[in-house]
């Protein structure tokens, strides 16, 4: 598989950038659609129906760049022969399991996520309901960065012309997807306090929470295209707090703007971080038998802590590269059913194929509701290690294993901290800077020892 760093638009959650500016311009998300549609129906001959290819399910979140680019790249895709079905606003995970319930042979979101309303982007996900793999992003980028996209591969077709419709149903679709199976007293009794950041869930968490019997107080659900993200949701944890205090709802919910990440506060308004959320899930699921092979799946940002409340219950932790995608990458290749990042992103993949925040929220919320136990009390089935950080600037970034004085204070502090700990190093993608972070259970060593090797780094590799 290609690593991330041999693409230059693609990042760990598809093209991102100023809505406007290059990349995101009307002509090149054209020329994306009809580069992404010879890429990945390039292996697909014979599956057209009369010169028509299968439809690509398309949404969007609320930002007001999302009407160009939306009608850019289904410009792109039409072109190719493809026909396409606008879910309009929704969240990234109802897309992917749009894609799988239509068969269409694949889907794509308009989004920037968390970030602000002028920022904008474009993900991809495979008629699996999976994001593509890197390789894959690879292709379709190599093509858009050509001079020429790869006309030649159906030329046979190249006369057909697809259409857009709307898929005026994909609400709706979406909410019984989440619901259904569930009883309609799933969550009853319970006050929730609801922040949607003015983004893509603003019709359907409030829908799916109301379906399973809370009552629902919703907030930041009035989007202008502008407010996305702006002062809530995620991003803004104050402000779910907050709210859950004036209100004394039971838990609070918050998403961000494409709504497949979530963050939970608790009865007294304190918020829950995603180690913690993964913590309770993964637990409850061991008791029940229900957690694939005992295994819970996590980046390499997650607390140690979380490593040992796991094993105290009779489970174990993988560790993955930051980024859900990798994360989602070892559930496939695995077999595993529960795996998150400390950010807020958790994939249930009996529920769905990637980080889904209404569908983690009504699974936390139901642990809660069953078990008669607030998150406040939930919560401390996991206790945090203390944890150091430190960069060092770098003039270069070998390989640290062949830096000998650093890798041997490395490896006597790993040997020190035992499974009581551990030490993380990696260099910054974007900057000449070595991370370094330690977690252990007693401060005042791992203080010490983070001194020792930041100071070993800046002696053999510091600028």
């Known amino acids: 598989m290609m ?9 760990t959650d598809g093209i991102r950038g100023k809505a406007g500016n290059y990349p995101l311009t009307a002509p090149t998300i054209l020329k994306l659609g009809q580069v992404a549609a010879d890429v990945l129906l390039a292996s697909r001959p014979g599956e057209h129906v009369g010169g028509v ?9 609320t930002r007001q760049s999302g009407d160009m680019l939306e009608a850019a790249i289904a410009a792109g895709l039409n072109s190719r022969g493809v026909d396409v079905r606008l879910a309009g606003v929704i969240p990234t995970p109802a897309i992917a399991q749009l894609t799988r319930e239509l068969k269409a042979a694949f889907g794509i979101v308009i989004s920037a996520s968390h970030n602000p309303f002028d920022d904008n982007g474009i993900k991809f996900f495979g008629p699996d309901g ?23 591969i159906r ?41 949607v950041a003015n983004g893509a869930a603003w019709q359907t968490s409030p829908a799916i929470l109301s379906a399973l019997g809370a009552k629902v107080l919703t907030f930041h659900n009035h989007p202008n295209g502008l407010n996305i993200n702006r002062d809530c949701g995620c991003t803004h944890p104050a402000s779910i707090e907050k709210i859950v205090r004036e209100t004394g709802a039971h838990a609070g919910v918050s998403h961000d703007g494409d709504a497949d990440r979530v963050l939970l506060v608790d009865e007294t308004g304190s918020v829950l971080d995603g180690d913690e959320i993964m913590a309770i899930a993964a637990i409850s699921m061991l008791s029940e038998g229900t957690l694939n092979q005992n295994t819970l799946v996590t980046t390499v940002m997650s607390n140690a802590g979380l490593d040992k409340a796991i094993k105290d219950a009779g489970g174990h932790v993988l560790r993955t590269n930051v980024g859900d995608r990798y994360v989602v990458e070892m559930m496939k ?5 529960l795996g998150g990042e400390q950010s807020g992103h958790f994939i249930f993949r009996d529920f769905n194929t990637t980080g889904d925040g209404i569908v983690s929220a009504v699974q936390l919320l139901s642990i809660m509701q069953q078990s008669g136990k607030p998150l406040s009390e939930l919560r401390k089935m996991m206790k945090h290690f203390p944890q150091v950080q430190k960069n060092v600037r770098v003039k270069e970034k070998p390989d640290l294993r062949t830096v000998t004085s650093v890798h041997q204070l490395v490896l006597e502090t790993e040997t020190t901290l035992g499974d009581g700990g551990r030490v993380l190093m990696r260099y910054s993608g974007t900057e000449p800077l070595l991370r370094i972070l330690i977690e252990g259970q007693d401060p005042v060593y791992i203080e010490g020892q983070i001194e020792k090797i930041a100071t070993a780094a800046q002696t053999a590799i510091g600028e």
């Open 3 to 11: 690593s991330k760093k041999e693409r230059v638009l693609f990042g």
């Open 53 to 61: 290819w299968p439809v690509v399910v398309i949404g969007k979140d």
């Open 333 to 337: 290749k695995g077999g595993y059913n």
């Open 130 to 152: 999976y994001k593509l793999d890197d390789s894959i992003e690879l292709m379709i980028e190599t093509a858009l960065l050509a001079d020429n996209s790869i006309r030649g």
């Open 155 to 195: 030329e046979d077709f190249s006369s057909a012309i697809g259409r857009t419709a709307p898929l005026e149903d994909a609400v709706d679709r979406y909410v019984h997807f989440v619901t259904h199976g569930n009883e309609t007293s799933l969550l009853g009794g319970l006050t929730i306090a609801l922040d």
